[in-house]
């Protein structure tokens, strides 16, 4: 039975889980909620979360009576904030506070593991086996069996009042099995006697049933399975700890100004408009803009990226960069949950909680895996006893085959590799919004650059200086910015900024006019002074020499606009202004080429200009003249050739084709629109990047695949050994919370992503 889909728009929440186990429980959480009229959920075991999207009459408290009926708790986690670190004694922040849960774990793991070493050593080795060893033996399995057993006995009665079974119910039944038919030996078979000797051995061998004892598989199964447990529940905290890293980025308090004075508040209590100091060294406490001061901001921490970034009043900042120079006055412009910072955790919460189709076929396998096992484990015990009529045997293969085949590590082994890959993205500024994009990035095959923004700076830059002979290159850079310093074309901008970077303070023009279409003409330390196309030349009945010309046909065929100079009555050189391509665009081309993708290059500008740039960085592919609604036209059109397409962008023209591809990357130093848009978002505006993330994808698709092969793999082995009696219960529980543990280890090394 599924659930209803409703028209009306969906709410969601994300309720936190408590009292999972293993995966079987998630599925089966799962399933209860998606059993609900207009509810979707998806329960995630590694993350302990649930997300729901629900529609109609359903409420919040309606799916959390939903959970608590199955067994488990549900409440809505409060929003994230982060805690103030407490400091050690030299001022450095200290070790983050013990987690109350692992450590209760870690105390009943080492109390089982004193007290079951002894059991396991005398019920193995023979000659340590003095006369009623076994009485001391029973009285240190018990407490393991009983006590540290309690919790999978405590969550395998809840399950079973619930019509369910979980692999606690295999742990539960497979070690009270053992040590009730230890007591049954001890106290009504022939295993209490004095002088009774014990052998061991990897597989079954055939015994006097009533003389077979079980203590060591009661005690040593236990703590196996707790010392998987207690590894599992340390890597996963591990695994988690990029987000509560990403949490913890941001500043505590900050100095707010009120009436002209400095007031330091919580920067919870910050307000959109409220302006606030930023000394050298302290962390911006919000998204804001630069209103007074000058300095070089630290983004490593947040981007990857090593170099400080110069800022001045204007400039945009980010909350948890680092002020690293001078003193800024910041305005706040987003606060709480709307910063970068914020946002940036939100989408690796999201795409950890989330499920790739392969964990989708590993949930339902779990589900109906525990079922399937009780069944397999009487019929290996029927089995034996018919073929064998050895009772000790065939309790002894169905005990393994309850034991070792518990779904763990297929339940872990999407999750925690999920975890660790968007985690270890988010701390080099790669934001990978679902599992589901790692498999599109198997598949891509094309990449399309967008030009503006993307491969290049986005901005015009100055790219080129050619004087006529005999005129000064410093000195016609400087009359033609002095001049194009008081208008606000961009072109305009461009030439001015590199003439004040050369020159220093620029002449005040006189006479100043700006002539549309053509160009500025004003008068500028005694020079009549005129800068723009050849027509504005061509009306004062001025012409090109034969070098000049050549100048300006050479920067128009590479796509860049041709500036004219001209002062009293002469033309004097020509200025080339072009979008600059970034320093990084080629390198960055070149890995995308690596990794086997054809780069196209997507753009709204004319052909020379989009070659131009497409020869600059290696690019063979260009699709030029595009109009900004026409760009998810031309991803389909390569789509429907048969390609798989990523695409690149920034801006809001982009936002259509970003979602039209199969895979979307969003420059975030782009719109919120692209932002939305995409499937990954790559924080700084670094086309390398780009790379970065598509080889962290795949990496982490590679790494999930191989957790669930080996995952799949042990189970499908393990199961028929087990049965044929050819592995002794004890050790295949440690064969079970080993491979739980195989799969999180595994997962971990995502961590070392370079």
């Known amino acids: 039975m599924t659930s209803t889909v409703h028209d009306g728009p969906l709410e969601a929440v994300e309720l936190t889980i408590g009292g999972m186990t293993c995966a079987s429980c998630a599925a089966r959480i799962e399933k209860k909620l998606n059993r609900m009229d207009g509810v979707q959920a998806t329960v995630n075991y590694a993350t302990e979360k649930a997300r729901v999207s629900y529609s109609g009459d359903v409420q919040v408290a309606d799916l959390i009576a939903t959970v608590v009926r199955t067994g488990y708790t549900a409440e809505e986690p409060p929003p994230p904030q982060p805690e103030p670190q407490p400091e050690a004694a030299d001022g450095a922040p200290a070790a983050s506070a013990p987690d109350p849960e692992l450590a209760a774990l870690r105390r009943r793991l080492l109390v089982c593991a004193a007290l079951a070493l002894p059991v396991v050593l005398l019920s193995m080795v023979a000659a340590l086996q003095f006369d009623n060893w076994q009485w001391l033996a029973l009285t240190l399995a018990a407490p393991v069996a009983v006590w540290g057993a309690l919790p999978f006995h405590r969550a395998a009665w809840t399950n079973a009042r619930h019509g369910a079974a979980t692999m606690d119910t295999l742990v539960s039944v497979g070690t009270l099995a053992a040590f009730a038919w230890s007591l049954w030996a001890l106290f009504l078979g022939n295993a209490g006697m004095p002088g009774m000797r014990h052998g061991f051995d990897l597989t079954i061998s055939r015994t006097d049933g009533s003389s077979a004892l079980y203590l060591e598989v009661a005690a040593g199964v236990v703590t196996f399975i707790l010392l998987g447990r207690y590894l599992e529940a340390r890597s996963k905290r591990k695994a988690g700890a990029a987000l509560k890293a990403l949490m913890e980025l941001g500043a505590k308090d900050v100095a707010v100004l009120r009436g002209g004075r400095e007031v330091r508040i919580p920067v919870g209590s910050l307000a959109v408009g409220d302006r606030f100091v930023v000394r050298p060294g302290e962390k911006i406490a919000t998204d804001g803009t630069v209103v007074e001061g000058s300095s070089a901001v630290d983004a490593a921490l947040l981007t990857g990226e090593s170099v400080p970034v110069e800022v001045s009043v204007g400039d945009t900042v980010t909350g948890a960069t680092v002020n690293t120079s001078g003193r800024l006055v910041v305005e ?43 069944l397999l484990a009487l019929g290996t015990w029927v089995t034996w006893m018919l073929v064998s009529d050895d009772p000790a045997a065939a309790f002894t293969a169905a005990v393994a085959v309850l034991i070792i ?13 999920l975890m660790v890959g968007t985690g270890r993205g988010a701390q080099l500024g790669i934001l990978i919004k679902g599992p589901e994009v790692l498999e599109s990035t198997r598949r891509v095959d094309t990449v399309v650059l967008d030009k503006t923004g993307t491969v290049t700076t986005g901005r015009m830059a100055l790219t080129g200086v050619h004087p006529a002979p005999g005129v000064d290159a410093g000195e016609l850079l400087r009359l033609a ?22 020159a220093g303070a620029l002449p005040v023009p006189e006479g100043f006019a700006n002539l549309a279409g053509l160009g500025v003409q004003g008068v500028v330390e005694g020079r009549a002074v005129l800068v723009g196309r050849e027509r504005l030349l061509a009306d004062w009945s001025i012409t090109l020499p034969p070098g000049l010309a050549e100048a300006k046909a050479a920067a128009e065929a590479q796509g860049a ?7 009293d009555g002469a033309a004097r050189g020509v200025l080339t202004v072009a979008d600059a391509v970034k320093e990084t665009s080629a390198e960055a081309v070149a890995r995308l080429r690596a990794l086997g993708l054809t780069p196209v290059l997507l753009t709204g500008d004319n052909k020379a200009v989009a070659e131009a740039v497409a020869r600059e960085v290696g690019i063979d592919e260009v699709i030029a003249e595009v109009l900004p609604q026409d760009k998810a036209e031309v991803v389909r059109g390569l789509q429907e050739r048969g390609r798989t397409v990523a695409m690149v962008g920034d801006g809001v023209n982009d936002a259509a084709a970003l979602a039209q591809a199969d895979l979307g990357l969003a420059m975030g130093t782009g719109t919120d629109a692209a932002i939305e848009a995409a499937d990954l978002t790559l924080v700084r505006g670094d086309l390398r990047v780009a790379a970065d993330a598509i080889r962290l994808s795949r990496r982490t698709l590679g790494i999930i695949k191989g957790n669930l092969f080996w995952a799949f793999g042990y189970n499908v082995a393990a199961l028929p050994l087990a049965a044929a009696g050819l592995l002794n219960p004890m050790i295949a529980g440690a064969a079970m919370a080993f491979s739980s543990v195989f799969v999180v280890t595994n997962s971990l090394r995502l961590r070392s992503f370079r």
């Open 332 to 374: 706040a412009a987003r606060v709480g949950a709307d910063t970068r910072l914020a946002r940036m955790a939100r989408l690796v919460e999201d795409a950890q909680n989330g499920k790739a189709e392969v964990q989708r076929l590993a949930d339902r396998i779990s589900g109906v895996f525990v079922p399937v096992v009780l």
């Open 405 to 417: 085949a518990c779904p763990c590590a297929l339940g872990l082994a999407t999750p925690t590799a």
């Open 481 to 502: 910015g002095a001049l194009e310093d008081a208008s606000e074309h961009p072109v305009a901008r461009a030439v001015a900024a590199e003439a004040a970077r050369q």
């Open 561 to 567: 606009t041709a500036v004219l100079v001209a002062w």
